[in-house]
């Protein structure tokens, strides 16, 4: 375990589209317009980012291990072409960059840049 908590500590902090992208693969696996749709929804309009961009992101994360790639289904079945999916390191990463940030806002909740949670 001890080469897969310091593969994840190299990784950190993700960039906010990686974060992203393996929050929406977190769901489900989905194909590169449909992560791209997706992040669009689940960030309010916040996260507006081309398919060729995505795709250049899609490439770093997988020679990082974060996420995998397998061939989509048939014409018969619907979509055809690569589809995404998050792996085992891409959830710990994803684990541990949502515990840094949570450390993040309380700092800036004790600095009282942001309202206290009530428990």
């Known amino acids: 375990m001890r080469g897969t908590e310091s593969r994840v ?3 950190l902090p993700l960039k906010p589209l990686e974060t992203g992208v ?3 693969l977190t769901e489900r696996e989905d194909y590169g317009y ?3 749709k997706r992040l669009a929804e689940e960030s309010a309009g916040g996260i ?3 398919p ?3 795709y250049y992101v899609l490439d770093r994360m997988l020679a990082e291990g974060l996420v995998a790639e397998r061939a989509g289904p048939t014409a018969d079945a619907g979509r055809r072409g690569t589809y995404y999916q ?3 390191l891409g959830r710990s ?3 541990a960059e ?3 940030l949570t450390a993040v806002v309380s700092t800036a909740q004790r600095l009282r840049l942001l309202p206290q949670r009530e428990s």
Do not use: D, E
């Open 93 to 95: 990463a994803l684990a």
């Open 86 to 88: 998050i792996t085992t």
């Open 98 to 100: 949502a515990r840094r």
């Open 48 to 50: 507006r980012l081309a």
């Open 52 to 54: 060729s961009n995505l």
């Open 22 to 24: 393996l929050l929406v």
């Open 9 to 11: 500590a190299a990784l």
């Open 34 to 36: 449909g992560i791209v």
